[in-house]
């Protein structure tokens, strides 16, 4: 079972989120591999049999737009059946990004683990460990 995290980080908060899951994920016995967006595709992306998603909430309560929402958009209707993560970091808002995101990767069909985990800027990496060890036994 291949875990692939996926992530876009502007100033490194979701970026060390992704790397704190990747440590649980592989202590969770998960063969895991870390891509930042820039360095993959929907195909390739589609190749893993679990993926775990991160963006921080950016614009207005959104997903990056620049990188991250092309990216997800072309995936996103390859997700039905697939095993789901979403983990990202904010500052000032409530979270309203997550809960559209995690509507959207219902809407496709995907099995979505828990709830999309969400960090108030530099994470917790004890807490995002766990996620990822979690996300490995899914
Ligand atoms: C252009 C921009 C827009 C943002 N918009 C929001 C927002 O709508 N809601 C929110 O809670 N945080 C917002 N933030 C704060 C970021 O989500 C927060 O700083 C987060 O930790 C950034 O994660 P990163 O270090 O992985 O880039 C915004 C930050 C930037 C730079």
């Not at 899951?21 to 893993?48: C, M, N, P, Q």
């Amino acid at each position: 079972m291949s875990t692939a995290i996926i992530y876009w980080s502007g100033t490194g908060n979701t970026e060390a989120m992704a790397k704190a899951i990747e440590r649980g994920l592989k202590e969770g016995g998960a063969e895991t591999v870390l891509l930042s967006v820039d360095k993959t595709s929907a195909d390739a992306a589609d190749t893993y049999e679990k993926i775990a998603f991160g963006c921080p909430s950016m614009g207005e309560e959104v997903l990056e737009e620049n990188e991250f929402e092309p990216f997800f958009l072309s995936i996103e209707k390859k997700l039905g059946g697939k095993k789901t993560a979403l983990f990202g970091s904010y500052n000032w808002g409530d979270g309203q990004w997550m809960q559209d995101w995690q509507k959207r990767v219902k809407a496709a069909g995907a099995a979505l683990f828990e709830e999309g985990l969400i960090q108030q800027e530099a994470p917790a990496e004890t807490v995002c460990a766990e996620f990822g060890k979690r996300f490995a036994a899914f």
